[in-house]
């Protein structure tokens, strides 16, 4: 079992440009989140996919948004990327309603310049 | 709104006992967790605490949770330098589960060899 695999590892886009971040669930798990890490602080919550529909939402504008694949992979997209969006966004995957654990990713390193 | 809460830094000597603590305001949290990352890394699932317990033991790792003041800790028995890394408290919310983590600020632990 590879567990929670994510795409690419690090990244370093322009100021208002667009990114695409990939994630692997954990075999046999069917929910995925999306997290970011600014440097220094703890992870917080983006949002979450289920059945390839957003069901959760944190405090995030809409220039975040995302997708979920029927092989339960997902994507994390950003528009207009700003100097603050840098940080390590991070991929949790878990089972839908089994409320216990969530295995996290290694995380992509974004940097915005 | 969920908010939790840990001191930033914590150093031990290597063999020591390290208490790490948090707390938290959700009252209807079910499940805290814990949670390890090392330098560059993802975060690593230690253990997790369902709400109606207050004691989880598993292996060096001791969970202690007061519901009534809102505090967990952690206790990390005969410290080893491989145990330098910071630690994250989170927490679920009734209705979201694992799926939606609010996480502390992390502390970081560096053990003294």
């Known amino acids: 079992d590879a567990g929670v695999t994510q795409s690419p590892t690090h990244l370093i886009k322009t100021r208002g440009q667009q990114v695409t971040l990939r994630c692997s669930p954990k075999?046999?798990?069917?929910?995925v989140s999306w997290y970011q890490q600014a440097l220094g602080q703890g992870p917080q919550f983006i949002f979450q996919y289920y059945e390839e529909e957003e069901r959760q939402r944190g405090n995030f504008p809409d220039r975040f948004s995302g997708h979920q694949f029927p092989n339960y992979s997902s994507e994390l997209n950003v528009n207009a990327l700003l100097l603050g969006d840098s940080a390590l966004y991070l991929c949790?995957?878990?089972?839908?309603?089994?409320?216990?654990?969530?295995?996290f990713g290694q995380g992509t390193r974004l940097t915005v310049v | 709104g969920e908010d939790v809460e840990q001191s930033l830094f914590l150093s031990v000597r290597e063999g020591d006992s390290s208490v790490i603590n948090c707390t938290y305001t959700d009252s209807s949290s079910t499940y805290l967790y814990w949670y390890k990352q090392e330098p560059g890394a993802g975060l690593q699932l230690l253990t997790y605490i369902f709400s109606n317990m207050d004691m989880k033991q598993d292996q060096r790792l001791t969970v202690l949770l007061n519901k009534k003041d809102k505090h967990l800790s952690l206790r990390i028995a005969d410290t080893q330098t491989g145990d330098s890394a910071i630690y994250f408290c989170?927490?679920?919310?009734?209705?979201?589960?694992?799926?939606?983590?609010?996480f502390g600020t992390g502390t970081r632990l560096t053990v003294i060899p």
């Open positions: 989170a927490e679920s919310p009734l209705q979201t589960g694992a799926n939606n983590l609010f």
């Open positions: 949790a995957s878990s089972l839908q309603g089994v409320n216990t654990e969530a295995f």
């Open positions: 075999s046999g798990h069917d929910t």
